[in-house]
């Protein structure tokens, strides 16, 4: 599927808010990584997961998944990777987990929970030994800040740090009270930074002995590496099923947001022999308490919907929310309709859908529809055939009415003809008749109030619709002459 067609449906503003409500980092980058699966069985096992997540959650139970820390980048440091296996059901995917308990013991003998290293025997006395020196060090330094004789030549009696050696704010003019060797000197010129003489070797001393914790905890973190890194494949099919747990929770907690439902599955692989596509009381989740449910519900024999009526009716927001919920409905995502809801599944999706025109190529408006509609029409894989979904808003317009409507239903022929899913608004009268003619095809309305002279934004299923132009040209304010 076209990542342009994907934007367009706000598929993945969707994806985004629901990587938002996994509870760890790698979780929520694995999730808006994710594309809308292709096979049956991979849209079964996400669907499943995040369901069993939700009836968790339904359950009033505490919270059993907890965040972590990414690790991923730790792994190859270990060893080769190693495979990973499909599961479908929560507890199989829990008791796959492998059991890394010895490992946990090894890491955090050396290390606690916030990663700092432990008070190890090892490292007990060269701790010890540091903190002895800095204590010298600090005596030393007091000698020379305490000292009266020395008030008028240091700058402050607060030692400074120069490459990691404490050092005296000395005036250049008192550069010989105070033996030692010259760090730095200010811009102005004015203040010396020197390190006393017998400070020097007990700064050396402290550097060594540094080095020498480096090492040794080098030495113990490469040993501890060396103890764990056969467990490196365990490690990683375990990161990978935590990440499989946490985007599914991720997926239950959102719908639990959006008081969203799993689309039943089809359990026939053919799709051609599928349910027909049903959406009850959807409501699109950009929309909020502002989305007014809509019900769409094909025949088995329908392929073609064609929808019509006013401007600002909702046709358009009903053909990308049916397209948005076969994206949401393959990606494991629960869907804000009502139990019932029913979509096959596709493997491509085509979309021209606004008024979009390409200025750096020159293309008119009528033009860049042409060009949308041409990339469907070509032949499969390239274009749409009997596992696609396609849109087409307005077909036929910003050209002479006449040879627009030749043109909508020439397409819709050869998209007929293809057994494709397709789904239509339009003004053209001539296509109202046009899905009379096809029993393949449905015509459908958006509602309109007689009295209010507004949209309802209910669709009516086997109604087609007027535009209602007049009436709506006139309540906007132009003068009935």
């Known amino acids: 599927?076209?990542?342009?067609?994907?934007?367009?449906?706000?598929?993945?503003?969707?994806?985004?808010?629901?990587?938002?409500?996994?509870?760890?980092?790698e979780g929520k980058e694995s999730l808006q990584q994710r594309l809308p699966a292709l096979s049956l069985v991979e849209v079964h096992t996400l669907k499943n997961l995040a369901q069993q997540w939700s009836i968790?959650?339904?359950?009033?139970?505490?919270?059993?998944?907890?965040?972590?820390?990414?690790?991923?980048?730790?792994?190859?440091?270990?060893?080769?990777?190693?495979?990973?296996?499909?599961?479908?059901?929560?507890?199989?995917?829990?008791?796959?987990?492998?059991?890394?308990?010895?490992?946990?013991?090894?890491?955090?003998?050396?290390?606690?929970?916030?990663?700092?290293?432990?008070?190890?025997?090892?490292?007990?006395?060269?701790?010890?030994?540091?903190?002895?020196?800095?204590?010298?060090?600090?005596?030393?330094?007091?000698?020379?800040?305490?000292?009266?004789?020395?008030?008028?030549?240091?700058?402050?009696?607060?030692?400074?740090?120069?490459?990691?050696?404490?050092?005296l704010a000395v005036k250049a003019n008192f550069r010989g009270r105070v033996k030692g060797i010259v760090h730095e000197v200010s811009q102005t010129g004015q203040t010396l930074y020197i390190e006393p003489e017998d400070v020097v070797q007990k700064n050396n001393d402290l550097l060594q002995e540094e080095f020498a914790l480096s090492q040794e905890i080098r030495r113990i973190l490469k040993e501890l590496t060396a103890q764990i890194s056969d467990k490196k494949e365990d490690f990683e099919y375990a990161l990978k099923l935590m990440i499989e747990l946490d985007t599914a929770f991720g997926a239950a907690r959102w719908g639990a947001e959006v008081n969203g439902i799993y689309a039943s599955d089809c359990e026939n692989p053919e799709f051609s022999e599928s349910m027909p596509l049903t959406l009850l009381q959807a409501r699109h989740p950009l929309l909020g308490n502002r989305?007014?449910?809509?019900?769409?519900?094909?025949?088995?024999?329908?392929?073609?919907?064609?929808?019509?009526?006013?401007?600002?009716?909702?046709?358009?927001?009903?053909?990308?929310?049916?397209?948005?919920?076969?994206?949401?409905?393959?990606?494991?995502?629960?869907?804000?309709?009502?139990e019932g809801t029913y979509l096959p599944l596709f493997t491509n999706i085509f979309a021209d859908i606004g008024d979009e025109q390409s200025l750096d190529q020159s293309l008119s408006t009528f033009s860049g529809h042409m060009k949308n509609i041409g990339q469907m029409l070509s032949e499969p894989p390239k274009g749409a055939d009997e596992k696609s979904l396609v849109l087409l808003d307005e077909l036929g317009s910003g050209t002479d009415p006449q040879e627009g409507g030749a043109i909508a239903m020439a397409a819709l022929d050869t998209l007929i003809n293809r057994n494709s899913f397709v789904l239509v608004t339009t003004h053209h009268g001539i296509l109202k008749n046009y899905g009379y003619t096809h029993p393949t095809c449905i015509n459908a309305s958006v509602d309109f109030d007689e009295d209010t002279l507004s949209p309802t934004y209910r669709i009516l299923m086997g109604v087609p619709g007027e535009s209602h132009a007049l009436d709506i040209a006139k309540r906007s304010g132009l003068p009935e002459k």
């Open 291 to 338: 989305a007014v449910p809509i019900t769409v519900q094909f025949q088995k024999e329908h392929r073609v919907l064609i929808i019509t009526g006013p401007n600002t009716g909702g046709k358009t927001v009903t053909l990308k929310t049916i397209a948005l919920f076969a994206l949401l409905n393959q990606s494991g995502f629960p869907i804000p309709a009502a």
């Open 1 to 25: 599927m076209e990542h342009k067609t994907l934007e367009q449906l706000d598929y993945f503003r969707i994806r985004d808010t629901v990587s938002g409500f996994c509870m760890s980092q």
């Open 56 to 167: 968790y959650i339904n359950s009033g139970k505490p919270c059993p998944l907890t965040g972590w820390e990414p690790i991923h980048t730790f792994l190859p440091v270990l060893k080769v990777s190693g495979a990973s296996f499909p599961l479908t059901d929560i507890l199989a995917l829990v008791e796959k987990i492998p059991d890394l308990s010895e490992c946990e013991h090894q890491i955090f003998r050396v290390i606690d929970t916030s990663g700092q290293i432990r008070d190890l025997p090892e490292i007990r006395a060269i701790r010890n030994t540091i903190v002895a020196i800095r204590k010298d060090i600090d005596q030393l330094i007091r000698k020379y800040t305490g000292d009266s004789k020395l008030s008028d030549a240091l700058q402050s009696t607060i030692p400074v740090l120069r490459t990691d050696r404490q050092v």
